[in-house]
């Protein structure tokens, strides 16, 4: 198993992999092509074996209006034949020790039992526009101290 940044070469590993990770979605797929054809700044791994893209993270801008003000994880996948074998565990520690990664506020939306192993907090400050409730909107090395909802690159809003 090995972890690299991902090329554009890989694109359709990893496209297909989104696929097949996320049955009956279409969103992490379109989210991902969208990303790569805008050109928006992202911060991505690939995890290979054989030859076959098993997990795929991605990192991209978190904004308050127009600035920066950190980064959002998604997506996050694992291939179902490769799922419940802490792979993506791996992954994910892999990329929160990447220097891209390691200062930047980071925010993610998804189960809180799973983010909260790697330091995950639940986050109100800021609020998220995809999560209402706010039960799975986490965050970490988050030192906002103002109301405002996050920013997500346009190409999530679709």
Request: aromatic letters at 12%; charged letters at 20%; proline letters at 8%.
């Amino acid at each position: 198993m090995k972890i690299r940044k991902l090329t554009p070469e890989e694109y359709p590993k990893a496209k297909a992999l989104l696929t097949k990770a996320f049955p009956g979605s279409t969103y992490e797929t379109r989210l991902f092509e969208n990303l790569h054809k805008n050109g928006k700044p992202l911060y991505e791994w690939i995890c290979v074996h054989r030859n076959k893209a098993t997990a795929y993270i991605a990192y991209s801008h978190a904004f308050n209006g127009k600035e920066v003000c950190g980064l959002h994880l998604a997506p996050l996948a694992v291939a179902p034949q490769m799922q419940n074998q802490g792979i993506g565990s791996e992954l994910l520690r892999f990329s929160l020790r990447q220097k891209e990664i390691r200062e930047s506020p980071l925010f993610v939306l998804g189960d809180p039992k799973f983010y909260m192993k790697f330091g995950f907090e639940p986050c109100s400050m800021p609020t998220c526009p995809f999560d209402k409730s706010g039960d799975h909107f986490l965050s970490t090395r988050n030192n906002s101290s103002s109301l405002f909802t996050i920013g997500y690159e346009p190409e999530f809003m679709l």
